[in-house]
């Protein structure tokens, strides 16, 4: 069993920067990533990390965008540089036992989610 909690989001203006995080209890090591809801894309993979730090971008945020886990605490994170309006959405935090870098795919079954958090950018 897994559990997520998320904070951070809220509203930013064009270029700047934000940082989410996604506290994880688990009772053994996990894969993790973010995810984001948009009206016109539905849910998409943003990034993702494998249990020994390799990290999957989606093209539309790579150099923008960084995924970090502190093992330690169990605490992933999310960088968000640059932002741009097309980066509003509900961004969401994941978890699977699977040891792996884990698929951009929201539909997977070995997922366990977040309660989500907005991300609105503006002109």
């Known amino acids: 069993q897994i559990h997520l909690v998320q904070s951070g989001g809220g509203s930013v203006q064009v270029g700047q920067s934000l940082k989410l995080s996604c506290k994880a209890t688990?009772?053994?090591?996990?894969?993790m990533a973010w995810f984001r809801h948009t009206p016109e894309k539905g849910r998409e993979g943003v990034a993702a990390i494998s249990v020994l730090g390799a990290t999957r971008y989606a093209d539309s945020v790579k150099g923008r965008f960084t995924i970090s886990k502190d093992n330690a605490n169990n605490t992933l994170y999310l960088q968000l540089n640059d932002v741009r309006p097309e980066d509003t959405g509900m961004y969401y935090c994941?978890?699977?036992?699977?040891?792996?870098?884990?698929?951009?795919?929201?539909?997977?079954?070995?997922?366990?989610w977040g309660q989500g958090t907005q991300v609105t950018v503006s002109s």
């Open positions: 994941t978890a699977s036992i699977y040891s792996g870098l884990p698929p951009f795919n929201p539909d997977w079954g070995s997922w366990y």
């Open positions: 688990a009772t053994t090591t996990i894969s």
